[in-house]
């Protein structure tokens, strides 16, 4: 007859079945406590399973540092709360049948110039970026 009993093997805990053919020979197999991206892959250290949607999944290793993965699971929130609001707004557009419809609006010419647009650009986020780094180089 097969008992359960509970084992760690290589840090992964997770029930095993202990079976036994003969009065000799014991089989133990042991699976990993939680499902990974993909199938008998040890997921990194730092993803131990407690975020939402954790299934072991950071190839490049970003989230290592623990205050980075904080600020990448805010920022995955904040990403996922303007998407919404971006659904919720192309739905209403479409039950008040605005026009030009959503998908076409990036195609109206609104008579403002490409260069006044590239250079407000360039000013809102290179120029500070340029200014930190020559902060860090001056100290």
């Not at 407690?50 to 995955?76: C, I, M, N, Q, V």
């Not at 479409?94 to 260069?115: F, Q, R």
Request: proline share 6%; net charge positive.
């Amino acid at each position: 007859m097969a008992a359960l009993a509970h084992k760690s093997v290589a840090g992964l805990s997770g029930r095993a079945r202990v079976s036994s053919r003969s009065r000799t020979a014991a089989r133990v197999v042991c699976a990993a406590g939680r499902p990974t991206w993909l199938p008998n892959l040890t997921p990194p250290a730092h993803l131990d399973g407690s975020l939402a949607g954790d299934f072991g999944f950071d190839p490049l290793g970003l989230g290592a540092d623990a205050g980075r993965l904080k600020w990448y699971t805010e920022a995955e929130k904040t990403n996922g709360r303007w998407a919404m609001a971006a659904v919720a707004g192309i739905m209403g557009q479409e039950l008040l049948g605005v026009s030009p419809e959503w998908w076409n609006a990036g195609a109206k010419d609104y008579g403002i110039p490409m260069t006044p647009l590239l250079a407000v650009e360039f000013l809102v986020r290179i120029l500070p970026r340029l200014q930190q780094h020559c902060q860090q180089q001056d100290t």
